[in-house]
Structure formats: structure tokens, C-alpha cells
């Protein structure tokens, strides 16, 4: 018997399908899914720090850097000049 006119309807939990390493298909639940995304946001940060360190070197060895304490005393200078 039904009281009112409604019932709270539940919803089936979203699912993924995924090969799993082992060539397994397997399903993913909604909190798998969450923690695979941030996973992958995780490795992907990681990614773009390696990436930013390696160009920060290169610059480094084609001369392309400045050091701070010189660079900020010209400027100085510069601006009570």
C-alpha cells in the first residue's frame, strides 16, 4: 500500500566496464570511479611537475636564468634612478 501519492525511487548505481590489467573485464562502482579519477589526477600533477622541473633545467643549461638577489638589486636601482 502506497502512503501518498509517492515513493522515493532508487536509482541503480551508475557502473563502468573496464579491462582490468590482468585482460579481465570487471565493473566499477561509483566510489571506484571516484578513486580511479583521482588517481589519474594524481599521476597526471605528478606528470606536469616532472615536466615543468625538466624545462626548468634546460633553461638552466642554455643560460636562460638570472639570479634573484642580482636581478632584484638592478631593478632597485633602476627605480630610484
Known amino acids: 500500500m502506497r502512503k ?11 557502473k563502468i566496464v573496464s579491462i582490468a590489467p590482468s585482460n579481465h573485464l570487471t565493473t566499477l562502482n561509483r566510489r571506484q570511479q571516484i578513486g580511479l ?6 599521476e597526471r600533477i605528478h606528470l606536469l611537475l616532472i615536466d615543468e622541473a625538466s624545462k626548468g633545467l634546460d633553461d638552466v643549461v642554455a643560460g636562460k636564468v638570472k639570479y634573484a638577489l642580482s ?3 638592478s631593478i632597485k636601482r633602476r627605480r630610484s634612478a
Open 4 to 14: 501518498g501519492g509517492w515513493q522515493k525511487r532508487r536509482q541503480q548505481p551508475s
Open 37 to 42: 579519477h583521482h588517481q589519474l589526477e594524481r
Open 71 to 73: 636581478t632584484i638589486q
